[in-house]
């Protein structure tokens, strides 16, 4: 059973361009959530997606970022018009639909971006 | 907002030592507890706690939730440098239900 996958394992952009970052929840897991890590902070919730559906993005700024799970396919958390100050570790993490461990998180490798 | 508080935030130990961290939560809509292990890359799910005064275990790792004074502890004997990590400290609940809130870890290096 394949655990969060997450891709690309590291970004580059330069300043003004576009990341995609791209995550498949594990098996039998239908919640999704993003956090990010900034250097020498901790994890900070982004958003948390069900398919098809944003169920809470109360931690995402207010420009620039989205995020989307469709029907079929991966979640993507997209930013646009990158800044230096996006560069960070993005996790992405997965739970099951119900069950008694409905609330534990597994968690991606993460993706790393770097802005020039 | 929520807010999860680690201590220590770095501790340094030889092997065989054993730690203890400790984690302590504000308690609006309080769900459950999680600690996780972050080495290079993902966090490791290691507990998840959602009743007072009964302790997990798992091997020399074990952890421990008391509701009534809101905190938590996770406890490591005979420690070995692969111990060596930053362990985090989560609560889900809060203002929102699918949110873990993190504390800002604790560094732990173990020396041989």
């Known amino acids: 059973n394949a655990g969060v996958m997450q891709n690309p394992r590291h970004l580059v952009r330069r300043r003004g361009q576009e990341a995609r970052l791209r995550c498949s929840p594990m098996?039998?897991?239908?919640?999704v959530y993003w956090y990010r890590q900034l250097p020498e902070e901790g994890l900070k919730f982004m958003v948390y997606?069900?398919?098809?559906?944003?169920?809470?993005e109360s931690g995402m700024p207010k420009e620039r970022f989205s995020a989307e799970f469709p029907k079929e396919g991966p979640s993507i958390l997209r930013i646009q018009q990158v800044v230096r100050g996006d560069s960070a570790a993005y996790f992405c993490?997965?739970?099951?639909?119900?069950?008694?461990?409905?609330?534990?998180?597994?968690f991606g490798p993460g993706t790393r971006l770097l802005v020039l | 907002e929520d807010k999860v508080v680690q201590s220590p935030l770095s501790l340094v130990v030889h092997e065989g030592d054993t730690v203890t961290l400790n984690c302590s939560y504000e308690?609006?809509?309080?769900?459950?507890l999680l600690w996780y292990k972050q080495e290079k890359k993902a966090p490791t799910f290691l507990f998840m706690l959602?009743?007072?005064?009964i302790e997990k275990k798992s091997g020399r790792l074990s952890s421990i939730l008391d509701k009534k004074e809101l905190f938590s502890i996770l406890n490591i004997t005979a420690t070995q440098t692969g111990d060596s990590a930053i362990y985090l400290c989560?609560?889900?609940?809060?203002?929102?239900?699918?949110?873990?809130?993190f504390g800002q870890g604790t560094i732990l290096t173990v020396h041989p």
């Open positions: 993490a997965s739970s099951p639909r119900s069950g008694g461990n409905q609330e534990t998180q597994y």
């Open positions: 098996k039998g897991h239908s919640h």
């Open positions: 997606l069900q398919k098809e559906n944003i169920i809470d």
């Open positions: 308690v609006t809509n309080f769900r459950s």
């Open positions: 959602t009743s007072s005064g």
């Open positions: 989560a609560r889900a609940g809060g203002t929102s239900y699918g949110k873990l809130t």
